[in-house]
């Protein structure tokens, strides 16, 4: 039978329980999450569960990734919920730091930033945002000892920004993608959207809307750029509480944006506010 999921909060602690699991010759998988954990989650603690002899969820609204303007303060959680949840998929420690342990120096703290990757889409509307995400992802990979480390394709440009960190730096871990989870219509599942109110929620679709536009006319044989952006942005457009961002077409492993033509291999990327809360999402075309 196994064993019912333990609550982890101190750094120390974690490290002492992994090595001990290494030791023992078991390997680790690591599920970093902001909590207030969804299906989407969920499958991330489901594949480790899977791939992995142990899994570690993380549990940590980390403030270094978001701006002085953003929802820190108002951002969901619910620990005994994702307690549940993580139990469940079967997850063997939840790792529920405090602030003051992932960063004992506070602004002092060393940090990581990984050049190029991070200066467009997210990056560019959400200043530091990336170097908060590696920081705190370098943190919990070393104090996991983590063989693989699960994340969604929801968050397209992190996934790709953590890949190139982990490669650069020769951190032994295998960083795996996991396809993006959505509604029934549609929608990618977010711990934000419990935000989005009255119709708000209806209105929230046009992003996977405007990603099914562009996909359906890059099969037709569109190429041009410009074109691809238009048919999603048209459809954006008709919602008059959805808020463009940005909405670019993109090499899926450089995120090299692609000016002009594209090429055969095209990942659309978009962050729109509809209703106030903003929403990314991605497609490949």
Not at 151 to 163: A, N
Not at 168 to 192: H, K
Not at 211 to 224: D, M, Q
Request: with cysteine.
């Amino acid at each position: 039978m196994r064993e019912k999921i333990s609550v982890i909060r101190n750094a120390d602690e974690l490290k002492t329980w992994t090595r001990q699991q290494k030791l023992a010759g078991k390997t680790i998988g690591l599920v970093p999450t902001m909590g207030y954990l969804h299906a989407g989650h969920r499958s991330l603690i489901e594949a480790a569960v899977k791939a992995c002899d142990v899994v570690v969820v993380s549990d940590f609204v980390n403030p270094t990734q978001f701006g002085p303007s953003e929802d820190y303060a108002t951002y969901p959680r619910d620990e005994a919920k994702d307690l549940a949840l993580c139990d469940e998929a079967g997850a063997s420690v939840l790792f529920v730091p405090t602030v003051e342990t992932l960063y004992p120096n506070g602004q002092d703290s060393a940090w990581v930033e990984v050049n190029h990757l991070g200066d467009h889409f997210c990056g560019a509307q959400r200043p530091g945002h990336f170097r908060g995400v590696t920081t705190v992802v370098m943190k919990l990979l070393l104090l996991s000892h983590a063989d693989k480390a699960f994340f969604g394709e929801k968050d397209y440009q992190q996934l790709t920004i953590i890949r190139r960190m982990v490669s650069d730096f020769g951190v032994d871990c295998e960083i795996v993608g996991c396809p993006l989870v959505r509604e029934s219509d549609g929608l990618a599942l977010s711990s934000r959207n419990v935000n989005l109110k009255g119709n708000a929620r209806k209105d929230a679709l046009v992003l996977y809307r405007g990603l099914l536009a562009a996909k359906a006319l890059f099969a037709s044989g569109e190429r041009r750029s410009e074109a691809l952006i238009e048919a999603a942005k048209n459809v954006i457009e008709s919602v008059a509480e959805a808020s463009i961002q940005y909405i670019e077409v993109a090499d899926p492993d450089t995120l090299d944006i692609f000016k002009d033509k594209t090429g055969e291999r095209v990942q659309m990327l978009m962050a729109v506010r509809v209703g106030g809360v903003r929403l990314i999402d991605n497609m490949r075309l």
